[in-house]
């Protein structure tokens, strides 16, 4: 009965030594270390088919393992940071990537669809030549993106939008949907940026040289990283989404204060005149596909930070300057193959542009490079059908 007693306490000691301890990781998010305990052991085997009997049993699996300390980061951190949708599942395959290092794609796939869905997503699951792919729900307007309508909702193929602007040739895959549905009244993922995130700024600095008053200007401006290489891996959305994206704080507050000591005082025609020769002179011209080799379309930072841009790219610039620093009515003017802004002046200048009976002087941001004067327009543009495609006031 002893020696049965003593085998007894090494048996449920050994057992006690065995019990896992959650581990601490770690994961940088841009500018921001996120930090939480997780126990990886729990994750279910590296063992991958391709049905649903599967998906589904694999979802279940994870259900069972305690993993509600991920879903808990996420969330925790969605709502600190303002993370919008294309965010939050960055910051998911982030943290996948950490805790499941040793394992497949696939299943990092798998795993990041089942977070996906646990933070309020409607994410699927597709597959093809032994590849998952994860299919999300979504209501946003995106370019180059494999996509399809299932329950009366548009899917996109979220796995391949870190691809979408690659100059590859792109081909539809014939994917094969897994029908198991974790989360079909799920929320959208959204990619809208009206709110930018609130990490913590990661400031560079740039100098701009351009003409405004008949005499060469420079400044220094302080410029957010983040926001750089966010944009620089953010899928292609619409053309006037670029425009309406504000400025981020750290530009705003580094260069609207010293322009606005520049045009203070002086009629309003020259003010937009001096904000036409910052745009049209302090940057090199470059079409995307020459700049980058595909269409990448910036948003008014990125002017800034790179040395080349083109006319959308200075339309949103110019767009954001006025309306920070004049606040007139403006008009996004879209011809076949260029982008424009319409400024309602006091006196417009020059042949009008027309829009819900209201008329609006042409502002070109891109040129003719030297001059900035208002009312000019692109050569051969004057008789050109265009159309409106977003208004301030």
Same mark, same amino acid.
């Not at 002017?303 to 959308?312: G, I, P």
């Not at 007139?328 to 193959?337: E, G, K, Q």
């Given at each position: ?27 940088? $998010? ?28 694999? $979802? ?7 993993? *509600? ?73 995106? $370019? ?31 994917? $094969? ?16 940026? *009206? ?90 011209y470059k079409e995307d596909t020459d700049n980058f ?101």
């Amino acid at each position: 009965m002893r020696f049965s007693l003593v085998i007894s306490l090494i048996i449920t000691c050994a057992a006690c030594n065995l019990t896992a301890e959650p581990q601490q990781f770690s994961v940088k $998010y841009y500018s921001e270390n996120i930090n939480f305990d997780f126990d990886n052991t729990t994750l279910p085997e590296d063992y991958i088919r391709f049905d649903e009997w599967f998906a589904k049993r694999f $979802y279940y699996k994870l259900d069972q393992s305690d993993l *509600s300390n991920l879903v808990s980061t996420i969330i925790k951190n969605q709502n600190e940071y303002n993370l919008n949708g294309w965010l939050t599942y960055g910051l998911i395959k982030k943290i996948v990537n950490e805790v499941a290092a040793d394992k497949s794609t696939n299943y990092q796939r798998l795993l990041t669809w089942f977070l996906l869905n646990k933070t309020g997503y409607d994410a699927r699951l597709a597959h093809y030549q032994n590849e998952y792919y994860i299919q999300v729900h979504t209501i946003d307007n995106l $370019y180059e993106i494999p996509f399809f309508e299932l329950d009366n909702r548009v899917f996109i193929n979220i796995t391949a939008v870190e691809h979408s602007k690659s100059n590859h040739k792109k081909k539809s895959l014939e994917f $094969y949907l897994i029908e198991f549905k974790a989360n079909p009244n799920g929320k959208s993922l959204s990619f809208d940026l *009206s709110q930018l995130p609130t990490f913590a700024p990661n400031i560079i600095k740039k100098t701009l040289r351009f003409w405004g008053s008949g005499q060469r200007q420079e400044m220094t401006v302080k410029l957010d990283k983040n926001i750089i290489d966010l944009m620089n891996n953010y899928p292609i959305v619409e053309e006037k989404d670029y425009v309406f994206r504000q400025l981020s704080p750290t530009l705003k507050a580094s260069l609207i204060p010293q322009l606005r000591e520049k045009i203070i005082g002086i009629p309003q025609t020259e003010a937009v005149q001096f904000l036409l020769g910052l745009t049209r002179s302090g940057f090199r011209y470059k079409e995307d596909t020459d700049n980058f080799g595909y269409n990448r379309p910036m948003i008014a930072d990125e002017v800034l930070y790179y040395s080349f841009s083109d006319c959308e790219d200075r339309s949103a610039l110019f767009f954001n300057l006025v309306k920070e620093l004049l606040d007139l009515p403006m008009i996004i003017v879209a011809y076949s193959d260029h982008l424009t802004i319409g400024v309602q002046l006091k006196e417009n200048k020059g042949k009008p542009l027309y829009h819900n009976g209201e008329t609006y002087t042409i502002c070109d941001p891109t040129g003719p490079n030297n001059t900035s004067r208002v009312g000019i327009y692109p050569k051969g543009y004057e008789r050109k059908a265009y159309e409106v495609i977003g208004t301030h006031k």
